[in-house]
């Protein structure tokens, strides 16, 4: 809690807080036009994008959620980065090229290309109600750790007190300058919390009074009867949302999640799409994949540890001298936090909550300049002032407006993310990755249809992209209540959900014919017929 803190960690406070000043003065630079607000006028360098990406895919998920996941599971996450790579691949095959063809601002311009207009602005709302999911589950993980840090527990009251602060200094950091000030401070919240995360878990480490192969082998057996707690690769079949990262469903659901973030999230791909060409876009796309495997390795090894510490007591009271065997009294989410808060001393606490702080910003940042993007290029600047010229800085100054409102969004997300984690009792990280199925069912459905196939109307896309909402959502194990007899009721992991959405959606969009590909057609038939 705050009355932990001493003038050392403070201190140490108040030097962090002088860095956000000095960066975003230095980077919050006055945006003049859209090109510059929101792809950064394609000048960014690709490393400093690829951090950037980095961290927009963890941040305060990965900060909260691998600490969790080591403590009650294993490393079996960690082999995901085989489903990234193999997305990777066809994104960079597939649809960043084609984004720089057609010079989009967001990518759902790549629909109304082929599709028309309202495939653009169907493909937009749905983003945007998809992203107010995933990014509000984010927000509310990172409230977690500022409730505790403020309040010493996650109350109602103490979570939604704490996403109010964290978005209002996230509006005002982003606010002014764009994706430019977006990026550059990804680039200096993932540092600052990845070297936060790297001093606990080495004073972590120093803590266990045993030696590294003693961890090993308590970590190989945690129990009798249980499975190894270093388990990389999961080979057995499970469906059901505990083996959501087993082999098989990471060679298929997660290939899928990973296509749709990199390639078809806004969120992600607008970092992309600030560097100079595709290849560029790709370089920084797989750089983010290599450097996210360490990073995600400190987070769980952090959350194996923590199972030593505060499971093991055999192993901790082997300590020298009246060692007092640590115990951990709260629910498993805080786990990392409560470690934080009452067992690392000051100097160390202040630098790890510095971090978390780091990667709650960095959580925010990245959604509001976003969704903001998409807002104003595609449903204001497209839909509703469609045949009108609009200034450029009067587009800039609607998508400061748009982050206000999608800031007040994201703070109502979050707080509805805290009733429903605490209902499901879903793993951090398990629940972050299952919320963005919502929307990339129906978005990987439209999407193949438009990249491999001449099929497709604005029926069948509005249907598509509804039907693929619809589908995951029904399979909740909240909403089967209503509709299904207990008896009836089943838990599917979230990556076979996102199969069968996409299957459905993709099916659903196929059975409609391309009017625009069918009149562009018909206009060709026509002037070779004059011709002749």
């Given at each position: 809690?705050?009355?932990?803190?001493?003038?050392?960690?403070?201190?140490?406070?108040?030097?962090?807080?002088?860095?956000?000043?000095?960066?975003?003065?230095?980077?919050?630079?006055?945006?003049?036009?859209?090109?510059?607000?929101?792809?950064?006028?394609?000048?960014?360098?690709?490393?400093v994008v690829g951090i950037s990406v980095l961290a927009t895919s963890q941040s305060a998920a990965t900060f909260l959620?691998?600490?969790?996941?080591?403590?009650?599971?294993?490393?079996?996450?960690?082999?995901?980065?085989?489903?990234?790579?193999?997305?990777?691949?066809f994104v960079a095959m597939f649809l960043l090229p084609r984004f720089y063809a057609l010079k989009v601002y967001t990518v759902y311009e790549l629909l109304e290309q082929r599709f028309g207009k309202n495939a653009k602005y169907q493909a937009g709302l749905i983003y945007l109600s998809g992203r107010l999911f995933a990014s509000g589950a984010r927000l509310y993980m990172a409230a977690i750790a500022v409730a505790m840090i403020l309040f010493g527990d996650i109350q109602a009251s103490s979570v939604v007190f704490s996403i109010l602060i964290i978005a209002?200094?996230?509006?005002?950091?982003?606010?002014?300058?764009?994706?430019?000030?977006?990026?550059?401070?990804?680039?200096?919240?993932?540092?600052?919390?990845?070297?936060?995360?790297?001093?606990?878990?080495?004073?972590?480490?120093?803590?266990?009074?045993?030696?590294?192969?003693?961890?090993?082998?308590?970590?190989?057996?945690?129990?009798?009867?249980?499975?190894?707690?270093?388990?990389?690769?999961?080979?057995s079949l499970d469906f059901s949302s505990a083996g959501v990262f087993g082999f098989w469903s990471i060679i298929t659901g997660f290939v899928l999640l990973n296509i749709a973030a990199f390639g078809l999230d806004q969120d992600v791909t607008q970092r992309m799409l600030t560097c100079k060409d595709s290849k560029s876009a790709t370089k920084a796309l797989v750089s983010s994949i290599v450097m996210g495997i360490p990073v995600v390795l400190i987070f769980v090894c952090i959350g194996l540890l923590l199972f030593i510490y505060y499971q093991r007591p055999d192993i901790m009271a082997q300590g020298s001298g009246n060692t007092v065997v640590p115990e951990f009294e709260g629910q498993t989410v805080t786990i990392f936090m409560y470690y934080v808060l009452n067992d690392l001393p000051n100097g160390i606490k202040a630098i790890i909550t510095i971090g978390i702080v780091a990667a709650a910003l960095s959580t925010l940042n990245s959604g509001l300049n976003s969704m903001s993007s998409v807002a104003i290029q595609d449903i204001y600047?497209?839909?509703?002032?469609?045949?009108?010229?609009?200034?450029?800085?009067?587009?800039?100054?609607?998508g400061r407006i748009c982050m206000g409102i999608v800031a007040l969004a994201l703070s109502g997300m979050a707080a509805l993310c805290y009733y429903w984690q605490q209902y499901t009792d879903t793993p951090l990280l398990a629940f972050a990755l299952s919320v963005m199925v919502f929307s990339y069912s129906g978005l990987l459905g439209i999407y193949f249809t438009a990249l491999f196939t001449q099929r497709g109307s604005p029926v069948s896309i509005s249907m598509?992209?509804?039907?693929?909402?619809?589908?995951?959502?029904?399979?909740?194990?909240?909403?089967q209540t209503l509709y299904l007899p207990e008896h009836m009721q089943f838990d599917l992991g979230f990556t076979w959900q996102l199969m069968i959405g996409t299957g459905i959606s993709l099916?659903?969009?196929?059975s409609g014919r391309s009017t625009v590909q069918t009149a562009a057609s018909n206009t060709a038939a026509q002037t070779e017929q004059g011709t002749q």
């Open positions: 809690m705050i009355d932990q803190f001493s003038l050392l960690d403070w201190s140490l406070f108040a030097g962090y807080g002088l860095i956000l000043l000095v960066s975003g003065y230095m980077f919050n630079r006055k945006a003049q036009n859209t090109q510059d607000y929101f792809l950064g006028g394609n000048t960014m360098p690709i490393w959620g691998g600490p969790d996941q080591g403590y009650r599971g294993d490393l079996s996450y960690l082999a995901t980065n085989i489903a990234g790579f193999l997305a990777a691949l209002v200094i996230g509006f005002a950091y982003t606010m002014y300058g764009g994706i430019r000030s977006v990026i550059y401070s990804d680039v200096i919240q993932c540092l600052v919390y990845i070297s936060a995360a790297l001093l606990v878990l080495f004073y972590l480490y120093a803590s266990i009074p045993v030696d590294f192969s003693s961890i090993v082998s308590a970590l190989q057996t945690p129990a009798p009867g249980e499975a190894s707690k270093l388990t990389f690769i999961d080979f600047r497209g839909l509703i002032h469609k045949n009108k010229d609009l200034s450029e800085q009067k587009l800039v100054t609607a598509a992209l509804l039907v693929g909402f619809l589908t995951p959502v029904l399979m909740q194990p909240y909403i099916l659903v969009c196929l």
